[in-house]
């Protein structure tokens, strides 16, 4: 047994020991501070708030209004309007204009009247490619809901549920209540998304997807170009469990899937226009990619796809009308989206827009800036011949959509907004403005602003619309403008037409939608961008301050 004075003398020397080894360690930095966690998903937008919007009534008129019911018929009027909840019950006209209207004639009245006289009534808008923001972007629910209510969307199909399937499932439910100020929601997917393993490799992985996506009560799936067998699969699988399909069609996977490839396999949509140049090879099976070209850089990606349509068969030729064909044959679905392109073919148009400095978030603008991270902000060194490359891509895009258009085929409105120097909703009146640029007369661009949109939504699950135009028994989903939109669309934009008033001498501001009606709960548009104009301002003054306090 050892003796105590012996243990004693052991620990101290061990002590000693330890000491010295510690003095002899570099001093060790310390531990990391814990970096906060990219948020997954944008802010959800608050509880519909007391004041924001009015009804639905038991019954509402509007009196006096001209229509455009969104089927392509010219406006009429004067007519009434009868709401009752939230479906439209009565369209009456009242004769012809200019008139004077018996009383006698005139619906009853209601809990509710607007005085239409002076009025458009069109059905409300559907956006068939519209994100909800995104947490790059920096925009919350509300901002990018609230800019679409006051520009007349009333329905929006959101490609990719970008912020989470359950986060966006949970958004739809909300607005289906009227619980929140937004559109309707039409929850599409990509694959794999919110699923675990996360990732759709194989043909029996798509299936069980779409199967487990189906059980969570999605509407639809955003696809690429996947292999064949695994977009067969996709598509096949969605249609047996009434489930929508659209496309981007990118360019990492059109050489075994383009346009015509997607749709014989039953594609619902095709988003933007990648795959229909390629249907169009005659003399090559690949784009024309320069020896250096790298997708990852977005300079390449987009500056190379504005020279894509002119490798393509020209309008007219063999080519073109057997694709066309079989295209209207298949009664293919085209959202073109010429909105999100056009700073490619005039950055400074999109870039110097007057709605920006009162309408865009501080984070949204520093997002759009030139960038190697940020998607779509690929303004290293845009030139001259870009732009002039994307202008005469436009013609040939612009051909191909106005030709399909008078052939029975169908193209809806997207605008794919909060990426290249785009404004939800602004840009989505942005589009329609294009669609009459491609020859489009207004009230076929009003038609694809609508009922176009209406019949892609429903034609998955085989049921009738239930908004789209302006018709008794469906839903009251309207837009009301003091201004003729088919005389200028400009003037369905939140900052409305410049006019020369000619009693006054004046320039003045006309038009701008005054009520965007969705579930027959009347929205107030223009107090709609006065709230977004003010989440603008605090973001700038919160953005000053943080500067102001940085050292």
Known sequence: ?????????????LLAF???????QPPQPPAPAQQPQKPKHIE??????????????????IRGATVVDGTGAPPMGPVDVVIEGNRIKEVKSLGAPGVPIKDEDRPKGGDREIDGKGMWILPGFVDLHAHIGGVAQGTPAEYVFKLWLAHGVTTIRDP??????DWTLRERERSARNAIVAPRIFVYVRPGSGWDPNRVETAEQAREYVRWAAKKGVDGFKLGAADPEIMAALIDEARKHGLGTQAHLGQMGVARMDALDAARLGLGSLEHWYGLPEALFVDRTVQDFPADYNYSDEYHRFGQAGRLWKQAAPPGSKRWNQVMDELLAL?????PTMTIYEASRDMMRAREAEWHDRYTLPSLWRFYQPSRESHGSYWFSWTTQDEIEWKNNYRLWMAFLDEYKDRGGKVCTGSDSGFIYKLYGFDYIRELELLQEAGF?????IRAATLCGAETLM??????????????GLLADLVLVEANPIANLKVLYGTGAIRLNEQTGKVERVGGV??????GIVYDAKQLLADVAKIVEDAKAKAKQADVASP
């Not at 009664?331 to 959202?335: C, E, K, W």
């Not at 007369?441 to 661009?445: R, S, T």
């Open 1 to 13: 047994m050892r003796s105590p004075q012996r243990v004693l003398g052991s620990l101290l020397l």
């Open 18 to 24: 330890g000491r010295a080894a510690t003095a002899q």
């Open 44 to 61: 959800p937008a608050p509880d519909r708030r007391p004041g924001e919007g009015e009804g639905p009534f038991q019954r509402l008129v």
């Open 160 to 165: 990719g549920s970008g912020n989470g399937v």
């Open 331 to 335: 009664r293919f679905v085209i959202d």
């Open 441 to 445: 007369h207004p009230l076929e661009v």
């Open 459 to 472: 034609a998955p699950r085989q049921r009738p619309i239930e908004f789209g135009i302006i018709r008794p």
């Open 514 to 519: 005054k009520y965007t009606i969705k579930d």
